[in-house]
């Protein structure tokens, strides 16, 4: 006796929901090759430099490709670099790939550096604030 095969059957589509709906990545900000930047950037998103950006850079992401450059402190989520930084770094992850140079105190909760990277400054761990112990209340002091 054979049996036959059954295909389940898929349910309806229901309506996304304002709170279910999935957001679309947003596309990375650029800065080309071509093009110097002359003061800082402050955003959310995910930046790319592959230009030349003189001030201070505070972003969600930022990757630094080969030929980027920022001269300013750098602070952000996470920054992958390829190129070169001449100032602070604070980022919980931080990654220096191989073509990478850094001349600046990096701060992080991550740190990893690939062979032919250039490393010059401290590197600093975040200091997580210590957890605050309750006092035990003092015993009540009667007096004569």
Do not use: C, N, W
Not at 4 to 28: C, F, G, I, N, Y
Not at 45 to 62: F, K, Y
Not at 91 to 113: P, W
């Amino acid at each position: 006796m054979f049996s036959k095969a059954v295909k389940p059957q898929k349910a309806p589509d229901a309506p996304l929901s304002a709170t279910s709906e999935r957001k679309a990545p947003k596309p990375a900000s650029l800065i080309s090759q071509d093009l110097t930047l002359e003061g800082g950037i402050v955003g959310e998103g995910e930046l790319h430099v592959d230009g030349v950006i003189r001030g201070d850079v505070r972003v969600g992401r930022l990757t630094l490709g080969d030929t980027g450059h920022i001269e300013g402190s750098v602070q952000a989520e996470s920054i992958d670099v390829r190129g070169r930084i001449i100032g602070t770094v604070t980022a919980k992850q931080v990654r220096l790939f191989g073509t990478a140079y850094v001349d600046g105190d990096i701060t992080h909760e991550q740190l990893s550096v690939e062979t032919g990277a250039f490393f010059q400054g401290r590197s600093l761990k975040f200091q997580r604030p210590a957890p605050v112990a309750l006092a035990a209340p003092e015993p009540e002091v009667q007096s004569a």
